[in-house]
């Protein structure tokens, strides 16, 4: 017994200490971040997080937030599956001078908890038509009698009936947008006003103005001052469950995009899907005019099938898609038609405008930039017009190989052609004929060959020549 104390007691000590930090250690936090245009990738991306998140148990999702807006449809997407998680979501504009614009700021106040950084700001969520075009939200749509005041005349009254059915309809978006964040502003206990006025006015808020208009909970400068702040702070979900939260000292676990997200996000960036589907036709365009050539053509198709494969992600603009494709036609009917370099620079002016107006995206950051667009278009157009006048200069020149290379060359009569003979061309000795005689040590052209026997002729004073030898 009194051996066996003291070692008794060790023991009960190390398993009061492995059992006490066992318990002291607190569920994780799982890191989310969304620093790209909002996209299905993104929505997609958050989905797989998400529950992620909820199978390893962890207490909240901090969902990190840069990005300048995106498809509604894909925030749309995002908000449903904030909405409907099973673990606490905290919306976090980070890093300082980072933002949460147009989409990303319904992201922000639709999540359970919601903070910023210092020096960010979030807002500015105006809607955007598909077709570029800025809603008007609050213009009043104009009326028949008011253009008829300003331009009289049947034509006025065409001009106010399609103005009119252009501001309905972006009324229709305008009140949608701001009932679907008016809801989600309610449920979260923001104040539904001040979110609204980022889409009725285009208001954007610093954090502190954020903070003031109670959009936001709180503004801390980094990701574990803002777990600091939130331990033991209650979070009741969707369902109607609470939840205490414990994160002071939570562990953070980063939860990374897939290969599969980040090569979708890759190639869904309007300026990657458009060089990919051009490199990809040149290509395919050099295998076209140089046959035989295979990786070009192996290459060019796979990079065209990863463009469309970009382009199937976004929005796409069927003018801009035919404006390409008249811009390739054009590039190869200069190849057949003398146009002098018109079609050619038609072609790429095709290309170009095509290009600008391929992503049919209201977000700027997932079209084609227009630098771009011209550049490339330039370029590839350029290179393809020299490509094809190389291979029209190739199939214009005589073959090298064969018996039809030999037609024009020069040789000397070894044996006297009398209508038969030989004759040694190319250091080599041919059976030849000939229309007239031609004496030995003559010079004589070939001018046709058939089968192993060349046709020759003789050359001005090639048969003086062969007398003299």
């Not at 009326?143 to 049947?154: K, L, P, V, W, Y």
């Not at 539904?192 to 954020?210: C, F, I, K």
């Not at 038609?337 to 620079?345: N, R, T």
């Amino acid at each position: 017994m009194v051996s066996g104390g003291p070692l008794s007691l060790l023991f009960a000590v190390a398993a009061f200490v492995t059992t006490g930090a066992a318990v002291a250690v607190p569920a994780p936090v799982h890191r989310v971040v969304l620093d790209a245009p909002i996209t299905p990738i993104q929505a997609e991306y958050v989905e797989r997080a998400l529950a992620q998140a909820a199978r390893e148990g962890s207490q909240l999702v901090l969902l990190e937030l840069d990005t300048p807006g995106g498809l509604g449809v894909a925030m749309e997407d995002v908000i449903r599956h904030v909405l409907a998680s099973r673990v606490p979501v905290c919306a976090f504009v980070h890093p300082p001078g980072g933002r949460a614009a147009s989409a990303g700021f319904f992201i922000l106040v639709s999540a359970d908890l919601a903070a910023m950084a210092p020096g960010t700001r979030a807002g500015a969520a105006h809607p955007v038509l598909s077709i570029g075009g800025v809603i008007p939200v609050g213009d009043e749509p104009p009326r028949a009698g008011d253009d008829e005041a300003a331009d009289g005349g049947s034509s006025a009254e065409r001009g106010a009936k399609g103005a009119g059915s252009t501001a309905t309809l972006m009324e229709k978006v305008e009140k949608d947008a701001r009932a679907f964040l008016r809801a989600v502003a309610q449920e979260r206990g923001r104040d539904a006003e001040a979110a609204e006025r980022a889409v009725t006015e285009n208001r954007s808020y610093t954090d502190r103005e954020a903070l003031d208009a109670g959009l936001i909970d709180l503004v801390a400068a980094s990701e574990r001052e803002l777990l600091q702040r939130l331990d033991g702070r209650e979070v009741r979900l969707l369902d109607g469950s609470t939840r205490r939260l414990a994160t002071r000292d939570a562990p953070i676990v980063d939860l990374e995009r897939s290969f599969r997200e980040r090569a979708l996000a890759f190639l869904a960036d309007g300026n990657v899907a458009f060089l990919l589907l051009l490199v990809g036709l040149l290509l395919v365009y050099f295998e076209v005019t140089h046959a035989g050539a295979i990786v070009p053509g192996v290459v060019g198709g796979i990079l065209l099938l990863l463009g469309l494969i970009g382009l199937s992600l976004l929005p796409i603009n069927v003018g801009g898609v035919l404006l390409l494709l008249a811009g390739a036609g054009l590039l190869a009917a200069e190849l057949f038609v003398p146009g002098f370099g018109v079609l050619g620079v038609g072609g790429m002016v095709c290309l170009a405008f095509g290009a600008i107006t391929l992503v049919d995206a209201p977000d700027a950051s997932l079209a084609v930039e227009p630098a771009l667009a011209v550049i490339a278009a330039a370029s590839v157009g350029g290179l393809a017009l020299l490509l094809g006048w190389l291979a029209l200069r190739a199939s214009r020149q005589r073959a090298r190989g064969g018996l039809e290379s030999l037609v024009g060359e020069e040789g000397e009569v070894v044996v006297e052609l009398a209508l038969e003979g030989k004759v040694l061309l190319h250091g080599e000795y041919w059976n030849a004929v000939a229309a007239v005689r031609v004496p030995r040590g003559a010079r004589v052209r070939c001018v046709r060959a058939a089968g192993m026997t060349l046709e020759v002729e003789p050359l001005a004073g090639g048969e003086e020549q062969g007398d003299e030898r």
